[in-house]
């Protein structure tokens, strides 16, 4: 055969770690014939044993305790940065300053400034680069922008968009890097909120101001104090016209993985919950909500799965993206307009630093994009 | 019988008029015994023909083209001001000084200034008040209310509430005064956002701060300027700490009558939407939500009704909540809490002039309410 | 005005009677104009005291002991039969010879041999017989029944179809004339299975075969045993060549009023469920079902009620029941093929008799129908 | 590492072929440890230049098309029958009899003679057998199962299944070996059915009685006749005194993988479907249904996958189903209950065979299962 091999250098070995891992292995012989053969050169992380006992589990060539040693080794072509968010730029720009192609996970980085550096820094080098903001690879999705684009919902009046989860309700949970403003940068809006944001953006068009106010419920979990926000909610303004709201908590009991939108036009609506993403909520003209099974082979990805009804789960968004990056890398095609790119990454960071300003000064804040 | 006989004179006699008439005919054998009879003494509105044809249907004794005729009349005792939004304040002030009990659509008035006013008149009387905020009478949302006040929420987080309608999403759809801010001081704010508002108050408590965005997406109608907003979008902050989302919209395509609102607290969550009104979703603790049919002899009202299973409609709403008035008239109990006060409308409008100065201003506004 | 007047004699005054009356008090100011005044003139039932307060609760002029003394009321003019299955043949009967127009609760008889007496000594009378199945005047089941007759479905291949409600799960719910064969002949079957069977009539059309299975329970209640079935299941066969299933039980925990269908044809698919009876469930060829809130004015029944997404309940369906049977009497119009004659209730027991034979005989049973 | 490796023979490298290959290869890694490592040792089909691809694809040693060369060779632990239904007994028996674990698609055979004679034949050599009902393996049909077992819905009244499809309600749709009776041995029932069959035993347990009728709608397809079923309905009696219905169909339109049922007993309800299968609905007592969406650590197989919220697709049941009969090799456990052995398959296909009779004798069947 003749496709070329890639080889991936991966950073991070836990949550994403397998999620990753399992997009890449399943790629191979779920998008047949796939753009590239992968070869999962090295995993790294902190704590020997773990990143040892995974790259046997994942069928990584090698374990490494040191980023170094993965962007430094001439065998990687494709550098997949999956650490806490204050180890996001360092490795990446290295990466990408050797020459491999870069995915770094969302949010790109703690702040718009950090996220905007290195998203110049990578930029320049002239590598492929992709912001991990997975669920525009979810079918449904993807659908909707492309009946969006095609102009099915005429002109957006109406976004509103929230990603629920209740997992610190209890105040007994545990602190984690996610609660630490200063591995995290931020809590609910950065980890959760930058998802709404993204999608708000790929789906309705560039956010040119909001209001936000942050919440933290609970101020310390263990001897640890809490720095980061347990909630947010906003209002945003598009720069086409339409108005809304973007929202997320860890405090929404009873919703586990609620990423919902719903997005209203002259012609139509659409509406999404990431628990049920196999289905599309379509409304033509004023007429009610049609539940669309998105699962036919003329949808968005869908060549890759199963006969019509048969329905996927949440880790095949990472089969699509990292499809997606894969044939970019081989065909040198564009990662955007459907993956997110750190252009997009650093943008979403604007958005969030432009709801923590509001939080603070009270005041609506305009949101001015670097270039 | 030893049942007191209610005189009622009612002014505007199309959607809302037939609503309360409804609700009044009703209640004499639906709620046995009724806490009074009522009698039907007179109906008025400016259009002779149309309003004497009401009367006939109706019921009224008589019909009267000028609303003074009304509030003049000692044979009433409840007077029931359906009119425009214009047309609340100067009868229903002449109707209570009259000693009429009194009974006042929503929004109360065109704004606060105007609601404040008004309340304040009528409350020196010492009449009941009433302002129509008839979703509190659903039965999903009153059981929602004892539940929370019985602490099954916990501490309130989260309040995100919407009202969505789509009758003005089609340009050609032609002006009304509801399209005009002179009759109706503002538009999907006042006739719909204050029932979200009030909502939020009853449920969650007071709100204290606010940041707002209005639109008008289709500035003309006919020939007619549009000169209130078709759409606003909210954030919220209570006194009690928890935060949310507020909007209105009259251009969701799709939506008809929906009021939809969720609530997040400590303990667990509520979710209620309008067009399904005979249920209430709940989740205890971090469960799933559990879809209650609220249908059965120990919920609010339900005595009134059929057996558990057997679903009621919207204008159930009325027959409830009128009850409650004859109640408190015959028995002289306090309107508040399960009924909104004049105060409780002035409070709303408080709210709705906040989004509104916000929506001018770029800043979050706090709430001020005047005693 | 030149309305004819209607005057009504009803038996019985409970559940059924509260339903009927509410029926005929609203048609009177929501169908408008209406085709009759409508005149109370006497209710009966066998507790004095009891009959006394309903006539006094629901205006009728005068309450009665004994029946004759209604069937022979010149004043009267339509006989309104809501009395256990055990007293339907014999008033409606004297009810139609005195020349009055008929109505008579579901199930129309015991059994398929007193319905069928019953119906044709009544259609000898020449007056207007309308057996109470007022599910088919929910608006979504009309809708369907429309979309259907317009051969929007195309070929029919499937009904589903059931009635389940839970309140005798509990073992100590006490015994009444429900679970006495003597007086009601049959249990779910007749109560709520001949309601599954009138729709299956009414929208797919007539059954031709069934097999079935009757099962009782709980075998007493209190001191009393139970002489009737608690559930039953059956399969049937249209004569037009579609399958289904048809069910009905009194022990489904968790399912309070439930009457689903499901028809499946070779052009789409309809569903429905009591429980959201504003809500009819479309699928257009093999695209997902599309959720239709039956509310818009070109709707059947709508223009009796409210604005568009402003819900009906339960109680509805007797408000366009009996404006059909007034209208049939004042316009000399047919009760079919939109109403349900006797003789649709002789056939809907005739199908009954077959699941009870089929239970006995393990045979699949045809149906015969007699003239 | 101590692991044992297994190797596996697969028959067939089409849709079911990638389901099985898929979950060997997932299984190495999301369950981990693994009972087992995975050798894929051959692949075998009748297309040769297919199933060399496919063998590339998936990772196979080597390609066969004779499936003996698979069945005789010493380095397969375990056979994976995946071929057509008149491909099962054959080579399954060799392989069984060759000392070899053996899986085979449902339904085992293509009637319960060729079933029965199957399971006698394999289980007489002592080796591992599982039919592949792969929906015990959907986490909330497990969970079902575990609460039934713990006696949480008390004595089981009800049970109503569905196996909803639209394929072949086009009549344009081509023709294939699921459409012809030699090869498929029956259509929906076989295909659907006993996959509802199978939930009804695993859940409710044995089915005692049936009343069948099967239909086809469109009796020729191309230029060949349709020799087997579209649709069938059935009554079914269990031994433990339950009754119910179970149908499929082919032509249901609207509806792509709808196996659906209810349960009901008299302490509470569950209803599941699987195109919403990481759902559990569940009705405590009489209260209604609570949407439980199966993503925690403590639903059986959920700490396979990801956090709680999470949702998995439709192939995850394959892995769960192959790794417990990876683990039932290596640990010398049973397959049953939670699997199905080939005794399950065959009983499945004892109760389709009496819905065929039933259909042709107009009976009620007895079921009597063969030792």
């Keep these: 055969m003749s496709r070329p091999t890639i080889g991936v250098g991966m950073l991070g070995y836990a949550f994403m770690g397998r999620a990753h891992t399992n997009g890449l ?17 090295a995993i790294g992380g902190r704590n020997r044993e773990a990143v040892t ?21 001439p065998e990687i072509q494709l550098f997949d940065n999956l650490g806490p968010n204050s180890l996001h730029s360092e490795p990446t720009i290295a990466a990408a300053k050797a020459g491999k192609h870069v995915i770094c996970e969302k949010p790109l980085a703690r702040n718009a400034d950090e996220a905007h550096a290195l998203w110049q820094a990578v930029a320049g080098t002239g590598v492929k680069h992709l912001c991990a903001f997975n669920y525009r690879f979810v079918p449904a999705v993807r659908l909707a922008r492309q009946m969006i684009e095609a102009g099915e919902l005429g002109e957006i009046h109406h976004f509103r968009g929230s990603y629920l989860q209740d997992w610190l309700v209890d105040p007994s949970a545990p602190p984690s890097w996610r609660t630490d403003a200063a591995q995290a940068g931020s809590g609910a809006l950065g980890d959760l909120g930058t998802h709404v944001i993204d999608q708000a953006r790929y789906l309705v068009g560039e ?7 942050l919440r933290t419920f609970v101020n310390a979990r263990g001897d640890q104090p809490v720095t980061v926000d347990d909630a947010f909610e906003a209002t ?13 908590s ?39 909500f049609t539940r669309r099974l998105v699962t036919e082979a003329d949808d968005p990805f869908w060549s890759f799965w199963w006969p019509d009804g048969h329905v996927i789960g949440w880790e095949h968004t990472f089969v699509h993206e990292l499809h997606h990056v894969l044939d970019a890398i081989v065909n040198d095609r564009p990662i955007g307009p459907y993956g997110a790119t750190f252009e997009d990454g650093y943008r979403a960071s604007e958005v969030a630093d432009a709801i923590v300003r509001s939080d603070a000064s009270g005041r609506r804040e305009q949101i001015i994009y670097r270039g």
């Design 25 to 41: 292995r399943k790629l191979a012989y779920m998008t047949w014939p796939p753009p590239a053969d992968v070869r999962l050169v």
């Design 53 to 73: 006992e995974a790259a046997q589990r994942f069928g990584f060539e090698r374990a490494e305790t040191d980023w170094r040693a993965i962007v430094d080794d």
């Design 207 to 213: 956010i040119s101001e909001v209001t936000g106010r």
């Design 236 to 248: 945003v303004g598009f720069e086409g016209g339409a108005i809304g709201t973007i929202e997320a």
């Design 250 to 288: 860890r405090f929404a009991a009873g919703r586990k993985n609620a990423l919902t939108w719903e997005i209203n036009g002259s012609r139509g609506s659409l509406a999404f919950n990431l628990e049920r993403l196999n289905e599309l909520q379509i409304s033509t003209g004023t007429s009610g």
